[in-house]
T-cell receptor, first 113, second 113 residues
Framework: DVKVTQSSRYLVKRTGEKVFLECVQDMDHENMFWYRQDPGLGLRLIYFSYDVKMKEKGDIPEGYSVSREKKERFSLILESASTNQTSMYLC????????????FGPGTRLLVL | GDSVTQMEGPVTLSEEAFLTINCTYTATGYPSLFWYVQYPGEGLQLLLKATKADDKGSNKGFEATYRKETTSFHLEKGSVQVSDSAVYFCALDRNSGNTPLVFGKGTRLSVIA
């Protein structure tokens, strides 16, 4: 069965902290994605990656960075967390190419105080 | 640019009512179209998809037909259940290499017994 896991379901951090959100998929997918989900705004793409060590900016990359050192793992980094980064973060993966289904993790709800 | 517009929620229905959630898109070329569903506390999962004009996607009693002439992919179900309460996202894939999906903002459905 297809599986995307995220390191935490809930996370509470303080303003200015460096935050790591980890995502692991076991489907040997080439593509991985990070989104944030906010009420009234839907899903917004932060970063995505088509291959190991490759990354592309999405629609809202400011304040975030990513790392993909291994194919199965895609990390989202908040260099200095701010309260406006309080959100639900969703990771997804898919096979390479178009028309492919994206598989999502359960999400990490991050609260920045 | 490419975009997806879906009806704003929340939508509240009684059990066994008929459901329609409207989705229209703007895209160049011939995108693939998807409906994803997010149950409470979970990540998104694929509900159905259609990859070319006039295709009908169906799953779990839900249906959507890819209408190129009206650039629409409306989600329908003849008789909703309480367990269908969720957020529904319409999305398109540009079918051009590894470009990410474009999501609508989501429509929250609540079904009451």
């Amino acid at each position: 069965d297809v599986k995307v896991t995220q390191s935490s379901r809930y996370l509470v951090k303080r303003t200015g902290e460096k935050v790591f959100l980890e995502c692991v998929q076991d489907m040997d997918h080439e593509n991985m994605f990070w989104y944030r989900q906010d009420p009234g705004l839907g899903l917004r793409l932060i970063y995505f990656s088509y291959d190991v060590k490759m990354k592309e900016k999405g629609d809202i990359p400011e304040g975030y960075s990513v790392s993909r050192e291994k194919k199965e793992r895609f990390s989202l980094i908040l260099e200095s967390a701010s309260t406006n980064q309080t959100s639900m973060y969703l990771c997804a993966s898919s096979q390479q190419g178009s028309k492919e289904t994206q598989y999502f993790g359960p999400g990490t709800r991050l609260l920045v105080l | 640019g490419d975009s997806v517009t879906q009806m704003e929620g929340p939508v509240t229905l009684s059990e066994e009512a008929f459901l329609t959630i409207n989705c229209t898109y703007t895209a160049t070329g011939y995108p693939s179209l998807f409906w994803y569903v997010q149950y409470p506390g979970e990540g998104l999962q694929l509900l159905l998809k259609a990859t070319k004009a006039d295709d009908k996607g169906s799953n779990k009693g839900f249906e959507a037909t890819y209408r190129k002439e009206t650039t629409s992919f409306h989600l329908e179900k003849g008789s909703v259940q309480v367990s269908d309460s969720a957020v529904y996202f319409c999305a398109l894939d540009r079918n051009s290499g590894n470009t990410p999906l474009v999501f609508g903002k989501g429509t929250r459905l609540s079904v009451i017994a």
